[in-house]
């Protein structure tokens, strides 16, 4: 069974920058997918990074480019999303996620099989 603990969320003003950790806790495999989703009241979960557990090899939404940053410490069994240059629109609920093997969009919510509880993060102008 993998368990998923985030932590490092906050309330930070418009240009701040937070980073999100998720420790993962069970039995993790090259070819699993770590990644980020957030969520904001009425609206779906979406999308805004992941890596492979294995590699060095990253997706990132058009939204995170160039601002957010996934990384993963395997020693640590944890992996982290560094968030810079942080805007009110990037407020939302963040979700860390593992999806088992390489089924389904790594971009859908619903190819993952494992969550965490969630950590908000807000940002004020």
């Known amino acids: 069974q993998v368990h998923l603990a985030e932590s490092g969320g906050g309330s930070v003003q418009s240009g701040g920058s937070l980073r999100l950790s998720c420790l993962v806790s069970g039995r993790i495999h090259g070819p699993d997918t770590m990644g980020w989703f957030r969520q904001v009241p009425g609206k779906e979960r979406e999308f805004v990074a992941a890596?492979?557990?294995?590699?060095?090899?990253?997706k990132y939404a058009d939204s995170a480019k160039g601002r957010f940053f996934i990384s993963r410490d395997s020693a640590k069994n944890t992996f982290y999303l560094q968030m810079d240059n942080l805007t009110p629109e990037d407020t939302a609920i963040y979700y860390c996620a593992v999806r088992n093997g390489l089924k389904g969009d790594i971009k859908s919510q619903w190819a993952y099989d494992h969550w965490g509880q969630g950590t908000q993060v807000t940002v004020s102008s």
């Open positions: 890596v492979y557990w294995s590699g060095s090899d990253t």
